[in-house]
Every structure is written in structure tokens, then in C-alpha cells.
């Protein structure tokens, strides 16, 4: 079974307009760290956000959020304001505590290609 | 602030050639990460080390071997290259403080087996 799973393949958006990506992720360990990177045309991987599986609150970086739900395992990335700059591929990773304290590398989706038309 | 310096940024081999991809990191990070990501895909994990003298296989390790003699480099030998091993190579590092520290990219050698 995936770990991460990441169900839009690709997004259109106007610009300015707000978009969710979504991400479920299936883990049993009850330590484990969400994240949110994206990847621009020009190939590198570009850190975004941050949800630890204790945390009360939702993450929130600027025009980045994230929304919880761990009940339902899922880890949605919003964008508020969408800007032509914001186009890019986006991955869900997740990075568990096992018995090695986190060290294991990121699990990623398959990612999301968001475009922001003008 | 260089963070993770990967090189060469492109290569061409020949089957059956072999290799080395460079990684360098002057975060002082204990952790370090090689990663691959073919073509509309996520990346998947080769190998990782947790510190200088200490290695262990990820998802995808065959084909690929890895040495960490010092807490900056950690380079990823590809042996036999097959046309398998096509893809775009990334090295990866992180503060070893549990779940919650992300890890920082290099900007990626995208390597092509012909």
C-alpha cells in the first residue's frame, strides 16, 4: 500500500484564487513529521511546510497552510492567492519516528503539477 | 550560504560505465540522504547515513553503492550503469532531531544511461 498518496495529478487555477492539494498518508507509527515541498521547472526541491503528527494546531507559512486531519489521515496543502510564480510541482513527503528516530529518509507521492493561469 | 552542493549537474554514460556523484554539505547535518526521481514520479530513497562511518540502504539501493568517511561528503558510486538508472539524482541532508526537521536538497544531477 502507498504511504503517501497524492490524488490530483494536475490543477488548473486562476490566479489569485485560493487551492488545496490534497495529501492522505498511512503510517501505524504514532510519531511522524508531515511535509510539503515543491519542485519548480527548473528542478530543485524547495522546502514549504511543516506538520508534526502531536501538533495541536495547524502549520502555517505565510500564503502556505496546512490542513490536519489525522483522524482521517489526510494533510491538504493550501495556498491562499494563488501567483504565477506558484506554478510548479508539489510533493507530500512523510517522515516517520520508527525505531530510528526519524532518520529514514522522506517518503513522497507522486506529486501534483499546479498551474496558476493569468 | 551553499548548503548542499551536488556535481556534475548533468552527465551522459555508456551502459556498463561507471561513476561517481558528488555531495557536499556545510550544514554540519549528521544525516544525509541520496535520492532518485524518474519521470513523473516522487523521489525514492537509494541510501542514507547517519553519520561519518555509518550507511544503510533505503527503498532502491541496487546498483548503487555509498561511503561516508567524513560528516560533509557523502558520495553515491554507480557501478555497471544500465539504462535503468536514468533519472534525476538528489542529495539530501537534515539535523538529527527526530521527525521534525526538514531536509535540504541539492539542486540535482540528472544523469542519462545510453
Known amino acids: 500500500a502507498q504511504k503517501i498518496t497524492q490524488t490530483q495529478p494536475g490543477m488548473f487555477v486562476q490566479e489569485k484564487e485560493a487551492v488545496t492539494l490534497d495529501c492522505t498518508y498511512d503510517?501505524?507509527?504514532?510519531?511522524?513529521?508531515l511535509f510539503w515541498y515543491k519542485q519548480p521547472s527548473s528542478g530543485e526541491m524547495i522546502f514549504l511546510i511543516y506538520?508534526?503528527?502531536?501538533?495541536?494546531q495547524n502549520a502555517t507559512e505565510g500564503r502556505y497552510s496546512l490542513n490536519f486531519q489525522k483522524a482521517r489521515k489526510s494533510a491538504n496543502l493550501v495556498i491562499s492567492a494563488s501567483q504565477l510564480g506558484d506554478s510548479a510541482m508539489y510533493f507530500c513527503?512523510?517522515?516517520?519516528?520508527?525505531?530510528?528516530?526519524?532518520?529514514?529518509?522522506?517518503?513522497f507521492g507522486k506529486g501534483t503539477h499546479l498551474i496558476i493561469q493569468p | 550560504n551553499a548548503g548542499v552542493t551536488q556535481t556534475p549537474k548533468f552527465r551522459i554514460l555508456k551502459i556498463g560505465q561507471s561513476m561517481t556523484l558528488q555531495c557536499t554539505q556545510d550544514?554540519?547535518?549528521?544525516?544525509m540522504y541520496w535520492y532518485r526521481q524518474d519521470p513523473g514520479m516522487g523521489l525514492k530513497l537509494i541510501y542514507y547515513?547517519?553519520?561519518?562511518?555509518?550507511?544503510d540502504k533505503g527503498e532502491v539501493p541496487n546498483g548503487y553503492n555509498v561511503s561516508r568517511s567524513t560528516t560533509e561528503d557523502f558520495p553515491l558510486r554507480l557501478e555497471l550503469a544500465a539504462p535503468s538508472q536514468t533519472s534525476v539524482y538528489f542529495c539530501?541532508?537534515?539535523?538529527?532531531?527526530?521527525?521534525?526537521?526538514?531536509?535540504?536538497f541539492g539542486d540535482g544531477t540528472r544523469l542519462s544511461i545510453l
Open positions: 550544514m554540519n547535518h549528521n544525516y
Open positions: 539530501a541532508s537534515s539535523s538529527p532531531v527526530g521527525v521534525s526537521q526538514p531536509q535540504h
Open positions: 503510517t501505524s507509527d504514532p510519531s511522524y513529521g
Open positions: 506538520q508534526g503528527s502531536y501538533d495541536q
Open positions: 547515513s547517519v553519520g561519518a562511518g555509518i550507511t
Open positions: 513527503a512523510m517522515r516517520e519516528g520508527g525505531s530510528g528516530g526519524g532518520a529514514d529518509g522522506l517518503t
